[in-house]
């Protein structure tokens, strides 16, 4: 591990926000595990500091960029599949929310980072988007190509990855992973046609629920560097070049007993007793919309 300096200000002056949890062993070789989208790697995590400047909240130290990719290259996550219902739900309402801007797809191009199992590709393709994603671990587009759903392997660094080539870039719970969000958005940036629009989805550590858990907010873990607010982050977007459109917060669909076992990494007693109880009424695989109010997503626009 190293450290980094803020990725919104670049200064190097912070103060401790929550003290690190994670073993020395974490330090030189994190287990894959709990990079993996469905980890239940609750309470451990890096250092988290605030920028004494700008306010931005981040890992510090953390692992660099290249052993991060190489443990998403890494990732196997079986779990994921399993919830496909909910990440269906959740993309077909993010989408129709992201249409009210974009308009509807037509044909025209769209590029997902950090694409997975290309969950939202198929999404947005059904929805008449000629979409396509890139996905670092190599497991996951596997899976993608299996369903000959166009899933690039690798970064937004990919050479098939052509300059002012989408009208649309969407960024679902990737940006909190990643070393560079600076860096990856100015990538996103270049990609997109002038007008095109970029949605990206994250955590926002100002929320209610984030003040009142504080170092228990279960968003703290292993895989996520970055704490993004609807502040911080569209200031991001603002330096790289995009003009805000609009930010707010969105939920989404989980089934319940995958609710249940979240639940249960937090708060073990409750989490048994309401898988119980969801099993006992056989509603177990329900897909329910949930909303706590520490998402958010902000859809911003390539000017020129
Ligand atoms: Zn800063």
């Not at 103060?15 to 949890?21: C, D, E």
């Not at 590029?111 to 671990?137: M, T």
Request: contains cysteine; negative net charge; hydrophobic residues 40%.
């Amino acid at each position: 591990m190293k450290e980094v300096h803020c990725n919104l200000c670049g200064q190097n002056d912070y103060s401790v926000r929550y003290p690190a949890t994670l073993g020395r062993e974490d330090h030189h070789a994190p287990d894959a595990r709990a990079f993996r989208c469905t980890s239940l790697d609750y309470g451990r995590h890096a250092q988290i500091v605030t920028c004494n400047k700008c306010g931005h909240v981040y890992a510090n130290p953390v692992w660099d960029e290249d052993e991060l990719l190489m443990l998403y290259g890494d990732v196997e996550d079986t779990t994921y599949i399993e919830e496909r219902i909910g990440r269906v739900l959740t993309f077909q309402k993010h989408l129709k929310a992201f249409e009210k801007i974009t308009g509807p797809g037509n044909g025209r191009t769209l590029l997902d980072v950090g694409a997975y199992i290309g969950v939202f590709v198929d999404v947005a393709c059904q929805a008449g988007w000629n979409a396509s994603g890139v996905e670092p671990s190599a497991w996951a587009v596997e899976i993608a190509r299996q369903q000959h759903l166009p899933i690039l392997h690798g970064t937004l660094d990919h050479p098939d990855l052509a300059a002012n080539s989408f009208e649309a870039i969407t960024m679902w719970d990737v940006i909190e992973h990643v070393a560079d969000p600076a860096g990856e958005l100015a990538k996103a940036y270049k990609l997109l046609k002038p007008g095109g629009y970029i949605a990206v989805h994250t955590m926002d550590i100002d929320s209610l629920l984030s003040r009142l858990l504080g170092p228990r907010w279960p968003w703290l873990m292993t895989m996520h560097i970055q704490f993004f607010s609807q502040r911080t982050l569209a200031t991001m977007l603002e330096k790289v070049g995009f003009e805000i459109v609009w930010s707010a917060v969105q939920g989404r669909y989980l089934r319940l007993n995958y609710l249940s076992s979240r639940l249960t990494g937090v708060v073990p007693a409750a989490g048994s007793l309401f898988d119980q109880a969801i099993h006992a009424f056989n509603i177990a695989d329900r897909p329910i919309p949930i909303n706590f109010g520490d998402l958010f997503t902000i859809y911003a626009k390539k000017v020129s």
